[in-house]
């Protein structure tokens, strides 16, 4: 895939992962939209990155993506690469009948539906360029869940599993699909983790660019590719390895 020249196109943009690889486009003469819920953190990336430009909007709403749609092929004529990054995290314990369940049902719909919409919607746009691509952020968790995170894990094994089914429909079209499966990233996201070995920012984006200039389609930088590894190797002790923690309290 080539690194400039690109319309790219972000979701949760604002902070953490996804505007590292923002930053990381932009470096490489990309024109970037970053696009999340909070507007304010748009405006912060924008002031902060000149040259960025910003998009409010919603993965969980169809209405939302519509017009993102439309806004982007009016101003852009259209992307050259979506980058499916926009997520959420809960820890929290089952058995606690007050962690609400609309809260897992929000993860759910942002972390694996939303990467749906977004393709279904931007499908045209990226079949009529002459070289486009589709990156989905997942998880080394899709490898080996966290019972802390018990949705969230299932949400990225999800997305892997569909990542690998819409590479193979696509692959005899002009449409690159790549899966960037990131270990625990220093970023506000996950805070609350507090014992686990964290990778910055930096770094992660160093590994995805490497693999995405290359065509490398599955991306694991740090630990996931240990834990892609050993999930294959010695499933049941990987698992007891990334879970000896106790169970959060609910906040």
Do not use: C
């Not at 092929?73 to 979506?82: A, P």
């Not at 002459?130 to 949400?155: H, K």
């Not at 996201?189 to 995805?208: N, Y």
């Not at 599955?218 to 590894?229: A, D, F, N, R, Y």
């Amino acid at each position: 895939m080539k690194s400039s020249g690109n319309t790219v196109l972000i979701t949760g943009g604002g902070s953490g992962i996804g505007l590292a690889i923002a930053k990381k486009f932009l470096e490489n003469e990309n024109t970037i939209i970053i696009t999340g819920r909070n507007l304010s953190k748009l405006e912060k990336a924008q002031a902060d990155n000149p040259g960025l430009h910003i998009a409010q909007g919603d993965v969980t709403d169809v209405s939302s993506i519509k017009a993102l749609v439309e806004r982007t092929q009016d101003e852009f004529g259209g992307i050259d690469i979506l980058i499916n990054n926009a997520g959420i995290f809960h820890m929290f314990d089952v058995a606690d009948e007050d962690f609400p369940f609309e809260k897992q049902e929000l993860e759910i719909d942002i972390d694996f539906a939303g990467p749906m919409r977004m393709v279904h919607y931007f499908m045209p746009q990226l079949k009529q360029k002459q070289e486009s691509a589709i990156v989905n952020v997942s998880s080394g968790l899709a490898f080996v869940p966290f019972a802390m995170a018990p949705v969230y894990s299932a949400t990225k094994a999800g997305i892997h599993s569909w990542t690998k089914g819409l590479r193979r429909q696509l692959q005899s079209t002009n449409i690159h699909v790549f899966e960037l499966m990131p270990p625990v990233v220093d970023t506000d996201m996950v805070a609350e983790l507090k014992d686990f070995p964290k990778l910055s920012p930096q770094k992660l984006v160093d590994g995805f660019w490497k693999g995405f200039t290359k065509n490398q389609y599955e991306i694991t930088p740090g630990q996931s590719s240990q834990l892609k590894l050993m999930s294959r190797l010695a499933p049941g002790f990987i698992f007891k390895a990334l879970n000896k923690q106790d169970l959060p309290e609910v906040k």
